[in-house]
Structure formats: C-alpha cells, structure tokens
Nanobody, 117 residues
Framework: QVQLVESGGGLAQPGGSLRLSCAAS????????MGWYRQAPGKQREWVAS???????NYADSVKGRFTFSRDNAMSTVTLQMNSLKPEDTAVYYC???????????WGQGTQVTVSA
C-alpha cells in the first residue's frame, strides 16, 4: 500500500506559476516511477509527466518546456513546477506511483489548479 498526498494547488493568472508537491508513504520501496496526472472538468484523466527511479523523465507535449518534474532521491517526494500557465492547465492534479510492471491503482485526493485572469 502506498499513500499519496498532494499539495500546492491554487489560483494563478495566465502566465503565472504554481508548484505542486506529492508525498508518498507506506511501501515506497516498491516505487519505480512517480508521476502526475490531471483531470479537467468533463474530461478524462490524462498523464502529465513522470519520472523513473533511474532518472528518466517524460512530459506530455502540452506541458513540455513549461513544467518541470523533480523528486528526492528516496522517491518519496516529488514536485511539479508549473510555469507559463495557461487556462487549459486548469484541472485537478493527481500524483500516481508505479512499479516496474506498470502503474499502481493508488491515487491521492488531488489538488485543484485554476488558471484564470
């Protein structure tokens, strides 16, 4: 079992920045990959970015160059620095973790990000 707690969401203006954090606890020894997903109103949850324990980081095209994913070496805390925010970034952001075989079905409570003038 892994518990995930996201924090750091809020309201930002277009072009602004927010920083999200996710703290993992429990069976963190089993974590191979950590990532962020988001779900906008009326849309399916989508993958945003992820990073493996080996340091391989990938981003969705929609956020590439604007979002930066970082983690501590213990793979227990990750952050998502979001710059140059756009209204279409408005969503509930969720942290997710997985093992070598794929994503686990653990989700945090999510944190709301709203980008609006």
């Amino acid at each position: 079992q892994v518990q995930l707690v996201e924090s750091g969401g809020g309201l930002a203006q277009p072009g602004g920045s927010l920083r999200l954090s996710c703290a993992a606890s429990g069976s963190i020894f089993s974590i191979y990959v950590m990532g962020w997903y988001r779900q906008a109103p009326g849309k399916q949850r989508e993958w945003v970015a992820s990073r493996t324990s080996g340091g391989s980081t990938n981003y969705a095209d929609s956020v590439k160059g604007r979002f930066t994913f970082s983690r501590d070496n213990a793979m227990s805390t990750v952050t998502l620095q979001m710059n140059s925010l756009k209204p279409e970034d408005t969503a509930v952001y969720y942290c997710r973790v997985g093992g070598p075989q794929g994503w686990y079905n653990y989700w945090g409570q999510g944190t709301q990000v709203t980008v609006s003038a």
